[in-house]
């Protein structure tokens, strides 16, 4: 057998905005993420979601993913998953947010050690971990605010 006995599977990327330039949302600090969010989080305290915000080099919003939707006290987050997205919408910067059902807005450690993996995964491939955000319907924690990216 020779090579071209062999067929191989096409990969396409693509990435359909449907939100022209001018009417992106634009982020200049965390109270705008957490506004943002409020257009399209399903709920906040029955189940755990992680959601990831893209965003272009003026920090508009190109648009949002969830990544993981889990249960009452955790969920499964692919780093991977981040960022095979975030270069398939072409983001220079990104922003995580993910809620705790308990209503709680301390981070743990697993919050922690995740923050950290996708901010140093982002150096590798130019993308920008701008902030973390631990939402509840009325208010946030940010690992930026904090000091803590």
């Known amino acids: 057998m020779n090579v071209f006995d062999y067929e191989l599977a096409e990969i ?4 359909n905005h449907r939100v022209s330039a001018n009417n992106r949302i634009r982020i200049h600090c965390s109270q705008d993420v957490f506004d943002a969010i409020h257009l399209f989080w399903p709920a906040f305290d029955h189940v755990e979601y992680f959601y990831v915000l893209f965003l272009n080099r003026n920090n ?3 648009g949002n993913y969830l990544v993981s939707k889990g249960g009452l006290s955790g969920t499964v987050i692919d780093v991977r998953v981040i960022f095979q997205v975030a270069l398939k919408v ?4 990104i922003i995580c947010c993910h809620n705790h059902p308990s209503g709680s807005l301390i981070p743990s450690d697993a919050d922690h050690q995740v923050t950290s993996k996708i ?5 590798i491939v ?7 955000l631990i939402v509840t319907s009325e208010s946030y924690y940010s690992f930026a605010d904090n000091g803590e990216i």
């Open 90 to 93: 072409c983001a220079t910067n």
């Open 12 to 15: 396409e990327v693509s990435y």
């Open 60 to 62: 508009q919003i190109l």
């Open 119 to 123: 901010k140093d995964a982002g150096k």
């Open 126 to 132: 130019d993308v920008t971990l701008l902030d973390h």
